[in-house]
Each structure stands twice: as C-alpha cells, then as structure tokens.
C-alpha cells in the first residue's frame, strides 16, 4: 500500500514536470509567433516610411520643376508673383515633413556610401560648366545601377563602389541618378527653348 503511494507521487510529480515543460515551451512558442508579426509590422513600418520619403521627394522635385519651368516666364508679373509665393508656401509645407528611415551599415558600407556620394558631388559641382558632359557622366554612372542593358557604357569603378553598399542605400543612390538626370533634361529643355525664342524674337530679327 505504502509502495502504491509512492509510485503515485512519483508518477504525479512526472507529470506535473512534464506538463510544465509543455507550458513553458508553449508559452515560448507563442512569444516567437508574437515576435514574427511584429517584425512584419516592423517591415510594413519601413516600406509605408520609405514610400512617404519617396513621395516627400517626387513633391519638391515637381515644385521646384514648375518654379523653374517656361511657363512661369511666359504670364504676367502679378500671376507669377501669386504663383511663386503659392509654390514657395507648398515647398515649406513639404519640408517640414521629416522622415527618416535609418539603415544599419558595417564599416565597409558606410565607407562605400561616403564614396559613391562623392562621386555624384563632383559631377554635380561641374554641371553648370559643362552640362552635357556630366550628363553622360551621370549616365554612365545610372548604367551602373541598372539591370537591363544601359544606354551608354558602365562606370565599372563605379559600379564596384555601389555593389559594396547597403541595398537601401542602393536603391537611393539609384534614385538620387534618376533625379539629377530628369533635372539635367528639363534645363536643357528651358535652355532650348528660351535660345529658340531669342532667335525668333522679332526684335533680333529687325522686323519691328
């Protein structure tokens, strides 16, 4: 009798041991799948902050490529005043949007960014001396960031430079190319057409 008791205690206490490992094991299961929605949530965090900064800059480029645009020269001096005091109180209202979507980078990218960076400096320092060159320079260096087949030759150095970098930082490195060369066409687009409009300037031509 003694001897069933103890073997019941014993049996009990197994029991309980494993049903408590079970718990604790459910229990950490259950914070892990916790952990895996939230990192989710983190992922969509990044992506909805990412796009807001995207759109943050497609805002500023179109301000800033309708205050610098033709048209703006062609109306009246009371209709551009009200339009450029509209266009500078929306490119205020735009910066004071601030985001900032942090990336973690080893020592090895933080360095390939500060060069790649630099790069693009350069060339965008030289391109009011010589805008077509350093439109084929930003070229070159677009090539190098594309997969398709690129439209002139591949900075190789370049490209060696980007390939080290943090893949966020790549995809900026990519859009800030985009941009520069959507700006370098739209001068050279007002540039034609104000030196078309001074040749056709009746004025120029003696007939007035």
């Given amino acids: 009798m003694a001897q069933a008791k103890i073997q019941a205690k014993l049996n009990e206490a197994t029991c309980s041991k494993f049903n408590r490992t079970l718990s604790m094991a459910d229990r950490a299961g259950q914070l892990l799948a916790n952990l895996d929605q939230l990192e989710l949530r983190v992922e969509a965090l990044r992506d909805a902050a990412s796009a807001m900064e995207q759109e943050r800059e497609c805002i500023l480029e179109m301000i800033q490529s309708l205050q610098n645009s033709q048209e703006m020269h062609n109306i009246s001096a009371g209709e551009k005043e009200e339009l450029t005091l509209t266009a500078d109180r929306l490119m205020g209202r735009t910066l004071s949007v601030e985001i900032n979507v942090g990336t973690t980078r080893s020592s090895q990218q933080k360095e390939a960014l500060q060069n790649a960076t630099s790069i693009i400096d350069d060339i965008v ?19 190098a960031c594309v997969t ?17 970098c943090a893949m966020e930082d790549q995809k900026k490195i990519k859009r800030r190319l985009e941009t520069l060369l959507r700006n370098v066409e739209n001068a050279e687009k007002n540039i034609k057409i104000m030196d078309h409009q001074k040749v056709e300037d009746p004025k120029v031509n003696g007939s007035q």
């Fill in 148 to 164: 398709e087949a690129p439209p002139v030759p591949v900075d190789q150095k370049f490209q060696a430079v980007v390939i080290s």
């Fill in 125 to 143: 320092q030289k391109l009011l001396v010589d805008m077509a060159g350093s439109r084929l320079r930003l070229l070159a260096l677009y090539s």
